[in-house]
């Protein structure tokens, strides 16, 4: 039996974790916290857990959360959550973080980016980035887990096999993604009410998004690359799903097939990975409540450009579904488990 708790669970990734968890009957849920929520009846604010999930949210207890647990998941926004792992750390947990403090590789990258200090600068290099189709043998070693940010796994499964071979220009990568509105959490502002985002189709944080150098610093990390990526994020009235679509040129000429077979070794092998048919392109219907990412190529052959699109989940494969994978990789678990 694995005990796990959450922090953070009245999000919508932590909701997620909870629906994903409760289907494992070797899984013992036992703290599931909320700062904002403490007290109130989990089913409140994740009705589709009724009849399944009978209790109610705590408050932070990194003591008793600590001695009930052998795994911590932190669901908590970027710089929130690092005082408690850093404890649970110590503690002897395994810890799987949601948020952004430990995917980037420095303090200074994080402070760039994020506009805050780093609390904990000496465990940066302690975390391993939780992109199991590329860092599975590290996830297997580790204490600390960055699970990649939503944008970030749906770009790089569809960019680095290019890359990894050599076959495009790393000053080309172009970047267009669009998410769902719960791929911003549960925030009350204005750009995510339903008049704002409903019949709505906007771009944000052009240029700027912080998952832009999340990319980077994997692309270079798996290729040894500096490549650079123009990065444009949009907002589209549906509640949840990403997909991805990445501009290339390609050093030299290529057919569809040689391209196909490059992504075709990619997922070979990778449980979640689906290379689409020729001909057909991914829709995040297809990929909806599953830790699914599906990839189809495209060539403007004019242009000597290859387009890659990707499709995924962004509260499962770009959040707790990856989570979970990572869960299982650590623990020494199926990898599938849960999650087929």
């Not at 392109?281 to 909806?288: A, E, H, I, S």
């Amino acid at each position: 039996m694995i005990r796990v708790s959450i922090l953070g669970a009245s999000g919508y990734s932590g909701g997620e974790l909870i629906r994903l968890l409760t289907n494992r009957p070797n899984i013992k849920l036992q703290h599931l916290t909320s700062e904002s929520s403490g007290g109130e009846d989990i089913a409140a604010l994740h009705p589709s857990l009724r009849g399944r999930v009978r209790r109610r949210f705590e408050n932070l207890d990194v003591k008793k959360i600590s001695r009930d647990s052998d795994v911590v998941f932190s669901c908590y926004p970027a710089a929130v959550g690092v005082k408690p792992i850093v404890q649970f750390l110590k503690a002897g947990l395994k810890v799987i973080d949601l948020s952004a403090d430990f995917r980037l590789p420095t303090a200074h990258l994080y402070k760039t980016w994020y506009k805050v200090t780093h609390p904990a600068p000496g465990f940066i290099a302690k975390a391993v980035y939780g992109l199991p189709e590329y860092f599975r043998a590290e996830i297997r070693q580790a204490s600390l887990i960055a699970n990649p940010g939503c944008y970030a796994t749906a770009t790089l499964l569809a960019v680095l096999p290019l890359l990894k071979h050599r076959l495009i220009e790393t000053d080309s990568v172009i970047v267009d993604a669009k998410s769902g509105v719960s791929g911003a959490g549960k925030k009350v502002t204005s750009q995510y009410m339903y008049c704002e985002a409903n019949e709505n189709l906007q771009a944000y944080a052009v240029a700027v998004h912080r998952h832009q150098p999340e990319i980077e610093q994997v692309i270079k990390k798996v290729t040894r690359l500096s490549a650079r990526v123009t990065f444009v994020p949009h907002l589209v009235p549906m509640n949840r799903g990403i997909l991805s679509v990445i501009y290339a040129t390609l050093k030299k000429s290529m057919n569809k097939r040689d391209l196909r077979a490059v992504f075709l070794e990619a997922a070979t092998g990778e449980p979640f990975v689906r290379l689409l048919p020729e001909g057909e392109l991914p829709q995040t219907k297809n990929v909806l409540n599953t830790n699914y990412c599906d990839i189809g190529i495209a060539q403007d052959v004019r242009m000597k450009r290859v387009i890659v699109l990707s499709a995924i989940d962004n509260l499962v494969k770009g959040a707790a579904g990856q989570a979970l994978q990572n869960m299982n990789l650590c623990l020494r678990r199926p990898e599938t488990e849960g999650l087929l």
